[in-house]
Nanobody
Framework: VQLQASGGGLVQAGGSLRLSCEVSGRTFADYAMGWFRQAPGKEREFVAA????????YYTDSVKGRFTISRDSRENTVYLQMNSLKPEATAVYYCAAGRPILSSLTYVNSYNHWGQGTLVTVSS
């Protein structure tokens, strides 16, 4: 499976961006689909994901109420709508596919397919 992330850019604090992750090779119904981010000098961290066994989205606490993960089955694309962005959201954002069990949905090592990353910069 191949993942192509896009949509990053420079935005002022309080603004919005929508990231896209186009999935090819397999349908994303076969995988859990997640978004992770890595800020400079920090480890990659979980942001949001769909578990492949249900339609429930999962979010890290810091983005709940502001970020929304969604997917379009026809386009085989997963989105991350990011609203009310804060400077601490500045990072390279990666989409990922894997088959983790639910309790491991937020772990980087649970995903074995990664997109190339798209940079999000939030200015204060």
């Amino acid at each position: 499976v191949q993942l192509q992330a896009s949509g990053g850019g420079l935005v002022q604090a309080g603004g919005s961006l929508r990231l896209s992750c186009e999935v090819s090779g397999r349908t994303f119904a076969d995988y859990a689909m997640g978004w992770f981010r890595q800020a400079p000098g920090k480890e990659r961290e979980f942001v949001a994901a769909f578990n492949r066994n249900n339609n429930n989205p999962y979010y890290t606490d810091s983005v709940k109420g502001r970020f929304t993960i969604s997917r379009d089955s026809r386009e085989n694309t997963v989105y991350l709508q990011m609203n009310s962005l804060k400077p601490e959201a500045t990072a390279v954002y990666y989409c990922a596919a894997g088959r983790p069990i639910l309790s491991s949905l937020t772990y980087v090592n649970s995903y074995n397919h990664w997109g190339q990353g798209t940079l999000v910069t939030v200015s204060s």
